[in-house]
T-cell receptor, first 114, second 115 residues
Framework: DVKVTQSSRYLVKRTGEKVFLECVQD?????MFWYRQDPGLGLRLIYFSYDVKMKEKGDIPEGYSVSREKKERFSLILESASTNQTSMYLCASNSLRGVSHEQFFGPGTRLTVL | DAKTTQPPSMDCAEGRAANLPCNHSTISGNEYVYWYRQIHSQGPQYIIHGLKNNETNEMASLIITEDRKSSTLILPHATLRDTAVYYC????????????????FGKGTKLSVKP
């Protein structure tokens, strides 16, 4: 059974803290993505990575950075958390092999910044 | 990527077919139609995709009009577990360089299956 896992389902942090969100996939996928989901705004892409050590900005990268040191792991970093980063964070992966290129999503991390 | 329009919400009786429409009038010839759904408190789940032919899998059927300007996702026998937000997404075929599989999610259709 293919899997994308995220390190936490729920996280509470304080303003100014450095926050790490971890995502691991076991499908040998080249591509990995970080989205955030907010009511009324849908899913918005923060960053994605198409290879180890490679990254590209998505639509809303400000306030975030990412790290991909190994193929299976993609980390999202909030250097100094702010209350407007309270959101649901979703990690996804896919491969350009195969036909559908479907994205597989993790269960999400609900982050609250106080 | 082409923009899509979906109704914000729909109801369906359990056991009946759920037909979810999507308009994508500005779709280009090389753009696919993808459907995902998101059950409450879970990540989105891929359902089906197509280019111009109708498609069917174990979850659903996808009907694309001949002019490709609209499509319908059909859940043939909806169950309570099909209650979710359904997203219709149109995007180009994937390849190396540029966007590497990014999906642009709109607001979707909230489908409520009722007993």
């Amino acid at each position: 059974d293919v899997k994308v896992t995220q390190s936490s389902r729920y996280l509470v942090k304080r303003t100014g803290e450095k926050v790490f969100l971890e995502c691991v996939q076991d499908m040998d996928h080249e591509n990995m993505f970080w989205y955030r989901q907010d009511p009324g705004l849908g899913l918005r892409l923060i960053y994605f990575s198409y290879d180890v050590k490679m990254k590209e900005k998505g639509d809303i990268p400000e306030g975030y950075s990412v790290s991909r040191e190994k193929k299976e792991r993609f980390s999202l970093i909030l250097e100094s958390a702010s209350t407007n980063q309270t959101s649901m964070y979703l990690c996804a992966s896919n491969s350009l092999r195969g036909v559908s290129h479907e994205q597989f999503f993790g269960p999400g991390t609900r982050l609250t910044v106080l | 990527d082409a923009k899509t329009t979906q109704p914000p919400s729909m109801d369906c009786a359990e056991g009946r077919a759920a037909n979810l429409p999507c308009n994508h009038s500005t779709i280009s010839g090389n753009e696919y139609v993808y459907w995902y759904r998101q059950i409450h408190s879970q990540g989105p789940q891929y359902i089906i995709h197509g280019l111009k032919n109708n498609e069917t899998n174990e979850m659903a059927s996808l009907i694309i009009t001949e002019d490709r300007k609209s499509s319908t996702l059909i859940l043939p026998h909806a169950t309570l577990r099909d209650t979710a937000v359904y997203y219709c997404i149109v995007r180009v075929a994937l390849g190396y360089g540029g966007s590497q599989g990014n999906l642009i999610f709109g607001k979707g259709t909230k489908l409520s299956v009722k007993p």
